[in-house]
């Protein structure tokens, strides 16, 4: 979604796209790399990077845990390179950036519904069936909340409300009792989160657990993910008054002090995922942070844009390649059109080839696409 124009122009990023098209990478097919290297190299230290492309089963942390948060941080990232106050305007000026916000926040949760039932299904026509929590809209609500704090609070007030939710949310879930809890109140069953879900979550959750990874409550700590992606954004925008390599700086040891804070409160609020913890916030945004610092520092620095281009590409079409993995059979696409190539080598080629061949014809229709300046944008 484009916001309306306040007279400055947009700051663009490769490195911003790049990084997003690194995290979607891994969604698109590319965890199914280290698996096809195991089967050709027999080497065990590929089995240490596969555990890394699943998720978390409870607490701990994995860096396939990272692609969720990381797009959320990102999206953060996007608003704070340009920053809008918008509260002094009058409300007919104003009116304009709420429908649009309206607009991507509902038009991102009925994508996410539909991602959800895809898979060859389709969204079933009873409404108690349907599962309405999704990666999107938990994408468009940690985004909307951002945007109302950039367009109406200052930069200091952002930080408080960061810290506030931060830290509200660790005592919601570990001092206030669960109405009727049974089991540990960090626990599947016994959480607030199962509670909220159970209660006030319409439709199914996630494979009908107690809790849905995308429920109602974790939405709120989701959203210091943008909002500390702002300020990361924010100290780009600096960088050309501030010199590029001190930002990058600043922005990787920024990382690694929330990665440190992170596994810090980890001994009394456990990194975990589904429940998105706040001591799962600072983790994900210190990689996010370290990440961002290196892909801005190779991509925009020293302006290796070429290198990153299958990245950006992906990344300048993230939504619709998104939506895509569930609406779309690659794998029947890539077999039909590479099949014979696959089968044409030995077979300990064979897994990592059809990785290739299921990557590659993603790629192509993303390269049509972005040579054409088909950009696909909710």
């Not at 969720?68 to 950036?97: N, Q, W, Y």
């Not at 929330?258 to 429940?275: I, R, T």
């Amino acid at each position: 979604m484009t916001t309306p124009d306040t007279g400055k122009k947009k700051q663009r990023l490769a490195s911003l796209d790049a990084l997003r098209g690194m995290d979607m990478f891994w969604i698109l097919g590319g965890q199914s790399i280290f698996a096809a290297l195991f089967v050709l190299t027999d080497w065990q230290g590929w089995k240490a990077f596969e555990a890394h492309t699943v998720h978390s089963q409870w607490h701990g942390f994995t860096f396939y845990d990272l692609i969720f948060p990381l797009f959320i941080f990102l999206s953060g990232v996007a608003m704070g390179l340009s920053p809008k106050r918008i509260d002094h305007l009058p409300l007919a000026e104003r009116k304009p950036f709420y429908h649009k916000a309206v607009k991507r926040l509902l038009l991102l949760s009925a994508l996410g519904v539909l991602y959800n039932h895809g898979w060859g299904t389709g969204m079933p026509m009873a409404f108690d069936e349907i599962r309405y929590a999704s990666v999107l809209g938990r994408i468009a609500i940690a985004w909307f909340i951002a945007a109302m704090l950039v367009w109406h609070t200052s930069l200091r007030t952002q930080a408080i409300v960061a810290v506030v939710i931060l830290l509200g949310y660790w005592l919601w879930l570990t001092v206030l009792p669960v109405p009727g809890g049974h089991g540990s109140a960090l626990s599947p069953e016994g959480s607030w989160n199962a509670w909220v879900d159970q209660h006030l979550l319409p439709g199914i959750t996630y494979q009908n657990r107690p809790l849905d990874p995308e429920g109602l409550l974790s939405n709120i700590p989701a959203a210091a993910n943008a909002i500390l992606g702002v300020f990361a954004g924010q100290l780009i925008a600096q960088g050309a008054t501030q010199g590029q390599w001190r930002v990058a700086a600043q922005l990787f040891a920024a990382g690694l002090v929330s990665l440190a804070l992170g596994w810090g409160w980890d001994s009394v609020f456990p990194v975990n995922k589904e429940l998105w913890t706040s001591s799962f916030v600072l983790v994900t945004v210190g990689w996010s942070a370290i990440l961002l610092a290196v892909f801005y520092s190779v991509v925009d620095i020293l302006g290796q844009r070429k290198a990153a281009y299958p990245f950006v590409i992906i990344g300048a079409n993230s939504i619709i390649i998104y939506l895509a993995s569930s609406l779309v059979n690659w794998g029947y696409i890539a077999n039909s059109v590479f099949g014979g190539v696959v089968r044409s080598v030995s077979e300990p080629w064979q897994p990592l080839f059809a990785v290739v061949a299921l990557l590659t014809v993603q790629l192509l229709v993303l390269h049509w696409m972005y040579k054409r300046k088909i950009f696909v944008s909710v």
